[in-house]
């Protein structure tokens, strides 16, 4: 659908929690809309919002996904986004890249936690927010609870613009409070509603919360106020006039409601998304950076310069990279040129696309504010702005959090090493809250993502679109070896088997060093009881032998070796020869140095409310952890420890279980410290025991 003006369009990230029936409302309006001639289900596998295989086989939604919807000489684009707590970056970047926020709630089980967190995250980005319950026609639904529910948690603002009629299996049809019709809905229907009397009964009710609608309207505008006292009420033009700008500035919060499974109240919401979500010229303003790193502000007008903001890539092993845009300012044109400002680079525009899922139409141009795709960028990612190369932007993105939780990854079949890095690197391009590379210290090549689900689909992507199955293994902690006192080592080594032999001696002093300070050698010797070419082979043998370590296989860590004294052959010594002495002095050094294991400690910070402070200090406790301090941070509590690494491998599914996801929480490595007496002897047992096998 070509629209050429952005007051035609209407954008809206559809989020909150998991099973509150976004993806099954976003495909009954489309079906009401005309886009596809039957209503597609979840369970079915057909939705168009829902066409990775993963989220088909799983019947969640994983990733964001754009569709529009044609209505009354308008584009509706609709953003559905993800409802579990570990996809909610996808949700962040549909909330970025849109105008308005619905979150959907269940009547059911009411207001839950992602829908908690969609709406905080709202009042961050300070875009509007209309609330949407669902699945008012089953058993135990109850509107009332929930309005009091959203009342209590977000504030008076949030008003009913819409009534049910009816209740449970009996619901036939909706109220328009703010046009004081009724409509009746056909059930399993298309969705188009026949406007019919408002019911005898419903009048009180109906009465009510349009006056407090009104009410409400005149509150957030001096100048209606003014009206509003003088008449002892508004105007239809002042209501509808006042309520789009209520929400705009985010003091009215309108509460809408259908059944989308049964097609009920599917066109009055999208009559009601045209009358009361903002534009895109509404927003006025879109933050951003220069080049030089300085704020500004670009201006949301058809006449600004050119500047797109991609929000989602799509990749794919046969089609390619497609990536998913919001038109911030200007007009993009198809088969145009563009500056990517991240990469500092120029991109070619082929054609430009309208979505439906994945599905796509060629369009010839992307006005202000539209949202659409452009295949084959070649440097192009997600958080990248597009714009022109005179005036260089860089719009605000959603910065991704670290990963909660990682795992060791092994190919199934020799020699997929290379193939497991490459579409790997295909999946992190489309999915940014994944991460993937070798550890350095463990040489481990680590997967990691947002919880334990997340790196289980990522696996499945990688069976299903690349043939590549791997292995997942917990993570290795790594543990490092030191010492806690001095001692001497002396390494000999003589070897004669006919002809030229083998020779070299040398003698060594081991000292702690502070944690951090890793090695150092000290050439002490004076005189030529070794010759200068041999001294650094004994400081190589060291080397060599300390990444081996002494107690369990972990590298030996923060101790000066004092090269003393030794003696040399003038046939039989080479650098070989006291290579092995080196390492032969080493390991008699450390046999007396009271040598021992240290661990990661990790700095945690943990944001959680009052209500679970008592269950996560207990579980911190029993994870070896030390509290540093709690601070309060608005109405939730920052919780700040020091914990061992290695009883942190499972925290993110533990957390999630303890708070129903109402927490989350970072760490970051803070320092070593030496492991406890009785685990130290488990891990040695256990390297003890991985060794043998080996061998």
Known sequence: MQVDSPAEIRNLAVVGHNDTGKTTLVSALLYTSGVTTRLHKV???????????????RKISIGLAPCFVPWNNHKINLIDCPGYGIFFTETRSGMRATDATMICVNTVSGLEVTSERAWKYAADLEIPVIFHLTKLERERADPARTLHDLEKFCGRGVLPV????????????????????????????????????IPEAMQPRVEKWR???????????DELLDHFFENGTLSQEDLEVGLRKAVLTRKVFPLTMSSGLHGIGCSTLLDALIQIAPTPLDRGTYPATNVG????????????????????????????????????????????????????TAEKIGTLLHMQGKQSTATKKLVTGDIGGVAKLKQTATGDTLCTKDNPVRLDWVPPREPAISYAVEPKSKGDEEKIGEALHRLMEEDIRLQAGRDPETSEYLLSGTGQLHVEIAVAKLKSRFNVEVILHPPKVP???????????????????????QFADCKIKMEPLPRGDDFEFVDE???????????????????EARHRGYLAGYPVVDFRVRLLDGQYHDV????????VAGSLAFKEAMAKAGPVLIEPMMQVEIITSEEFMGDIMGDLAHRRGRPQGMEVQGDRQLIKAVVPMAEMLDYAQ???????????????????????????EKIIAEAKRESEATT
């Open 43 to 57: 369970d079915d596998g057909n939705a168009l919002t829902d066409f990775d295989p993963e989220e088909v086989e």
């Open 654 to 680: 533990s957390l999630r279980s303890m708070t129903q996801g109402r927490s989350r929480f970072h760490m970051e490595l803070s320092h070593y410290e030496e492991v406890p007496r009785l685990i130290q």
């Open 479 to 501: 543990y490092r070896e030191t010492i806690r006192r001095a001692a001497d080592g002396h390494g000999r080594h003589k070897k004669q088997s006919g002809g030229r032999g």
């Open 572 to 579: 039989d010594s080479s650098e070989m020869a006291f290579k």
């Open 211 to 221: 006056n407090e609608l009104i009410e409400a309207v005149a509150e957030a505008d």
């Open 525 to 543: 010797i004076f005189g030529g009881s070794i010759p200068q070419g041999f001294r650094p082979a004994v400081e190589k043998g060291i080397q």
């Open 162 to 197: 819409q009534l049910p009629i009816g209740k449970e299996n009996e619901l036939s049809g909706i109220v328009d409070l703010v046009h004081l019709k009724a409509y009746t809905f056909e059930r399993d229907g298309n969705g188009q509603g026949t406007e019919i009397p």
């Open 293 to 344: 790193g300085d704020a500004v502000e670009v201006s949301t007008s058809p006449d600004a310069p050119m500047s797109a903001l991609v929000f989602k890539t799509l990749s794919d092993p046969f089609s390619g990279r497609l990536s998913i845009l919001r038109v911030v300012s200007g007009e993009l044109d198809s088969d145009s040129a563009a500056w990517n400002s991240q990469k500092e």
